[in-house]
Structures are given as C-alpha cells and as structure tokens.
C-alpha cells in the first residue's frame, strides 16, 4: 500500500477548509526529497541533490568537506580508495596538528551537491560524538 493512494482518498473527502487538502499532489514533489534510508542512514539536506561516487570524483574528492548530521563540518577526505570502498578522512586537528585519521567505508557517506554547486562529503555522526569513530592505524599511510 502506497502513500499515494491514501493522499488521493483524503484530499476527496476532507473539506477544502482543511490544510492537509490544499497541499500540492505528490507527484510534483522535487526527487531530491526521497528517504535515502534506502541508500545509508546519512540525510539528505534540503535542497541538495544525492549525487554518485563518480560525479563526486569528478568534483574533485581530495580534500572535499565532511559535514556531520548537526550540519558541522568537521574534516576533509584525505583520500579515497574505490577498490576498497573506503575513504580515509582527517578529523579536527588545525594545521594539521592534533588530526585524527579514520577509515570509513564509502556506505557510512553520502556526497550531496548543493545549490550553489559544491559538493560535499556527509557522514550521519554528529560532531560531538566523532570521538566514537575509530582511528585507523593503516590511515596514518601516506
């Protein structure tokens, strides 16, 4: 049973007084605002648009801003290995001082283009529990 149908069913009984019944038909809802629960567990911002592995690649992944799910960012990727399906990402640290590596696997992001056009790496932590992200020792290797 789909929304769809139930919405339809509503908006033919319900006066058109009522809020709910005014509202646009679903169908003209932008794509952007599907769940991706079906893809990770990492939310897609308003108005930011899901993109692929190779459409981040090709906006230049090194170095690309990670944003945690409070909308903070807290590090950049270092570097991606897609045979792997992992990114090692550089968190805190200033000047690179005090950074601390950890090696995630490519499921635990989500790349989003935003309106303006960049795109960013997001990750479903929020920024003050990154202590809880593990440090990988094979990260430190340059």
Sequence with gaps: M??????????AILPAG????QQAPFENAP???VATSEVNSVALRQDNVLVDLSAAMAAGIDGMAVI???DVEVGHVERLNP????????FGGFLGLGERKAT????????QQQP???VRAFIAQPSDRLAE????PQADMS
């Design 2 to 11: 789909t929304v769809r149908p139930i919405l339809v069913a509503l908006t």
């Design 18 to 21: 009522i809020g709910f019944a």
């Design 31 to 33: 794509a952007t605002l």
């Design 68 to 70: 945690s799910a409070d």
């Design 83 to 90: 045979s792997e399906g992992t990114a090692t990402i550089g």
């Design 104 to 111: 995630l696997p490519l499921s635990k992001l989500a790349f």
């Design 116 to 118: 303006d056009g960049q």
């Design 133 to 136: 992200i593990p440090e990988s």
